[in-house]
Each structure stands twice: as C-alpha cells, then as structure tokens.
C-alpha cells in the first residue's frame, strides 16, 4: 500500500503564499498522474491541479495564474505553488497520486489545512 505524506499547509494573510507538497512512499509506474483536490467547509471536493507524467499539467479555472504545480523527477514529490491566496483558497487540501504498471492504482494523502485570512 502506497502511503502519501503531505506537508506544507498553515495560516497565511490574504495575498501571502504557500507550497505544498505530497511524496508517495513508493513509486513503480509506467505512467503517472499527481493531482491535488480541495474541500471546504460543507462543500464537495474538487479539483486544483494535476500533473502527469511529470510534464503535462491542467488547473482549475478557480487558481489558473496564481498556482503552479511542478514535480521533482528524482524524488517523485509533487509541489503546489500557491501565490496570491485568497480567503475563498481555505480547505483542507489533498494529494492523490495515481500509478499504472498493468492497471491504475490510486491513493489518497491525508489532507493538509490551507487557512487564508482576509
């Protein structure tokens, strides 16, 4: 079983940035998507950012400019640049990584608090 750690949430004023990033604990793909997904208070997840194959990246409307992805070919971690955060940004924030070799896998990460302060 995959294990994903997640770091780098916290407290931030409006405008102020933050990076998250997520690791998985293993990594045996021949192909690969990383994605990060949000969930605010009484609100259904949604999407932020993926990356696949370490290359070919997709946003939400909601962050387009303002939030980058990027993943580190070595260590396999995923990072999520988050600039000009803006209160509507507060969620708890979710890697998840999914691996095919000869079927797609998919693993959550446990979730890291995003607060954006006005």
């Known amino acids: 079983q995959v294990q994903l750690v997640e770091s780098g949430g916290g407290s931030v004023q409006a405008g102020g940035s933050l990076t998250l990033s997520c690791v998985p604990s293993?990594?045996?793909?021949?192909?690969?998507?990383m994605s990060w997904h949000r969930q605010a208070p009484n609100k259904e997840r949604e999407f932020v950012a993926s990356?696949?194959?370490?290359?070919?990246?997709n946003y939400a409307d909601s962050v387009k400019g303002r939030f980058a992805i990027s993943q580190n070919n070595a260590s396999h971690t995923m990072y999520l640049q988050m600039n000009s955060l803006k209160p509507e940004d507060t969620a708890v924030y979710y890697c998840?990584?999914?691996?095919?070799?000869?079927?797609?896998?998919?693993?959550w990460g446990q979730g890291t608090q995003v607060t954006v302060s006005s």
């Open positions: 990356i696949v194959n370490f290359g070919t990246t």
């Open positions: 998840k990584f999914a691996c095919w070799w000869d079927s797609w896998s998919e693993y």
């Open positions: 293993a990594y045996h793909c021949r192909i690969s998507a």
